[in-house]
């Protein structure tokens, strides 16, 4: 992807593009490659699958996002049709980095529901993350023809722009998806990232310190802050944002 300053991009899908709808957020300390791992005590295949499903739930918000994978696996395997598992699994292999695998559970899931507004926006993420941009366009335009006023499709149409350089588009996006959802971290930061590349320095620099605040641990909203602080002659600031970056990187 080109870009309209020096700013470097690191890839897109880091922060994990859009909250995963029902699945809680997963551990960023995660491997991309992690094994499955048995859970060491989640509940017997027996039991009610409502059940289970809420106890995959509490696997996820409790940080064992090995185990709650391995149990919505098990669901599966007892119930394919199981929609709340395929779509939540796809949604933990995304935040994982196992992105192929996100995108086979995402597209079952849309077989079983194709008119699920969540699951077609977190497949057209997934579908991004991988620059298969021309598959994940219809996807997310499908979502928006189904739910126009959603936050969540119109700030992945907004990342899929980013995403193709296309920063005029994106930024309109992004704006209506912070206006809408004033905590949505992803959103104020590829605004920000698309207001930099415009070249609009000033609101580039003022959504991305709101990014900051609800993005703490993302090297790249404080290293294009730095950039920014440079912009404006405070190389105090400017290296302070570079160490902090520098420090998220290599905790």
């Known amino acids: 992807m080109s870009a309209a300053d020096s700013t470097p991009e690191t890839p897109a899908d880091e ?21 499955v791992d048995a859970p060491a005590d989640t509940p017997p295949a027996g039991r009610p699958e409502d059940e289970r499903l809420g106890a995959a739930k509490e696997l996820v918000a409790a940080g ?5 994978v ?3 696996v098990e669901i599966l395997e007892s119930d394919p049709a199981n929609l709340k ?10 935040e994982l980095g196992r992105h192929s695998e996100a995108t086979q559970q995402l597209q079952a899931a849309e077989r079983l529901d194709p008119d699920n507004v969540d699951v077609l926006t977190n497949l057209g993420t997934s579908l991004a993350s991988q620059a298969r941009f021309h598959e994940a366009e219809p996807v997310l335009r499908r979502a928006q023809r189904i739910a ?10 907004g990342i899929l722009h980013f995403r193709r350089g296309m920063y005029a588009q994106a930024e ?3 704006r209506w ?7 949505h971290g992803p959103a104020h930061y590829y605004r920000g990232e698309s207001l930099n590349r ?6 580039a620099f003022m959504v991305l310190k709101r990014a900051a605040e609800l993005l703490p641990d993302d090297p790249r909203v404080f290293y294009t802050l730095g950039h920014l602080h440079d912009r404006r002659h405070e190389p105090v600031d400017a290296a302070a944002m570079y160490r902090r970056a520098r420090s998220l990187q290599n905790p």
């Not at 598992?85 to 995304?94: C, E, F, Q, S, T």
């Not at 126009?148 to 149409?157: F, I, K, M, Y």
């Open 177 to 183: 998806a912070c206006e809408r959802e004033p905590d």
């Open 172 to 174: 309109p996006e992004l």
């Open 85 to 94: 598992a395929r779509h939540n699994l796809g949604v933990l292999y995304d």
């Open 15 to 35: 922060t994990g593009d859009l909250p995963a709808v029902d699945a809680g957020e997963a551990s960023a300390d995660a491997p991309d490659d992690a094994p």
């Open 64 to 68: 064992r996002i090995r185990d709650a």
């Open 198 to 203: 415009l070249g609009r320095y000033d609101e």
């Open 148 to 157: 126009p006023d959603h936050p969540e499709v119109r700030a992945a149409l």
């Open 70 to 72: 391995a149990l919505y």
